[in-house]
């Protein structure tokens, strides 16, 4: 069984942490900086999570936008999961083909140090919604 039980959870959920992303003064410039739309498709449960830029922060949106997106992100429910966990590496997840993107990456990779809001709050979200941490 996936760990986000539904597209609802799996949006309650990480739309929290992108959210906190957003919303971070450190991480929404720096990502306003970088003028990129991210597109992540989820699969099982299937969704869409963007991460928009936007003044005077990003904008997430869930589901389909219908928007054109600089990067796109596939990855699997559960390997998102793991991946706020600290479980799964970017950089090996893409070598392992389980995340596929398509975009200018070196700009993704560059935010990544950006992430540790969204790491240390990650497990704390998981637990309070019932997820395994």
């Known amino acids: 069984m996936p760990v986000f039980e539904s597209q609802a959870k799996m ?16 991480v929404g410039p720096k990502f306003n900086a970088e003028k ?9 449960p299937d969704g869409e999570i963007w991460l928009l830029n936007g003044d ?10 219908g928007d054109k997106a600089d990067v796109q992100m596939w990855i699997a ?4 999961h ?4 600290k479980k799964l590496n ?8 389980k995340v596929s993107a398509k975009g200018p990456m070196a700009k993704v990779l560059a935010l990544l140090p950006l992430l540790n809001p969204a790491y ?5 979200i998981a637990k309070d919604n019932g997820l395994p941490v």
């Open 120 to 124: 240390a709050a990650y497990p704390g």
């Open 56 to 65: 005077p922060k990003p904008t997430v949106k869930l589901g389909d936008q």
């Open 77 to 80: 429910g559960d390997d998102c």
């Open 11 to 26: 949006y309650e959920v990480l739309g929290t942490l992108f959210n906190l992303l957003a919303d971070d003064a450190t």
């Open 36 to 44: 990129i739309n991210l597109q992540f498709i989820i699969n099982d």
């Open 90 to 97: 970017l950089p090996v997840a893409l070598a392992k083909k």
């Open 82 to 85: 793991d991946f706020w966990l």
